[in-house]
């Protein structure tokens, strides 16, 4: 026996449906929730803070943290030393982990020749260091965060302050709760150096 619909529900049911065309008409659209994410058709979307406005950008699966990084528009400093350090593969462990994760802003604000030491071989260690100095152990959404101490992957510590809104060790978090598979990232506007580390000029 057949089943028989009526137009209006054929209808509904066409529109209810999600395309190919329309999960990929989604990238570049505006939204209005820095960090959030959606799926659509088979696909997954992060909300990317760009400058005064935000748009749904396409992430590839499975959106680990060095992948929804990756995607986020305003990062690209950071994501590049994840690389270059051989880091993005430790976040894409398992973990899970909470990353505070310094934009281009706050890199541009650290003197250039720091930057570019930093890319050096022989800076590898030191390197390593800053960006474990962001990464702390579980997934902690911004709502799980106290006004306490912190332990990072450095074996240093942090310090977390929550009023209006959040701070880690004096730097606020500007964009939060971006969620990946194995943790979440939050946007932090300026780059944390634990002490004693050494940059060879």
Known sequence: MKTRFTLPFAIALAIAAPSVA????????????????QRANN???????????????RVETPATIPVIADALRGYSTFTSLLKLSGLD????????????????????????????????P???????????????????KARALRTMTYQTLDSTTVSVVVKNGVRVDGAQVTVADVLATNG?????????????????P
């Open 22 to 37: 329309h999960a990929d008409s989604l990238g570049g659209q505006r939204c209005d929730n820095p960090g959030a994410s």
């Open 43 to 57: 696909g997954k979307f992060v909300c990317s803070p760009e400058g005064a406005r935000s748009v749904w950008r």
């Open 89 to 120: 593969v430790t976040l894409a462990q398992t973990g899970p982990y909470t990353v505070f994760a310094p934009r281009n802003a706050a890199f541009n604000a650290l003197p250039k020749a720091t930057v570019a030491a930093l890319q050096r």
């Open 122 to 140: 022989d800076n590898l260690a030191a390197l390593r260091r800053i960006l474990l100095h962001h990464v702390v152990a579980g997934s902690l």
């Open 184 to 200: 979440v990232i939050h946007g932090l506007s300026k780059v944390l150096i634990p002490t004693g580390v050494t940059i060879i």
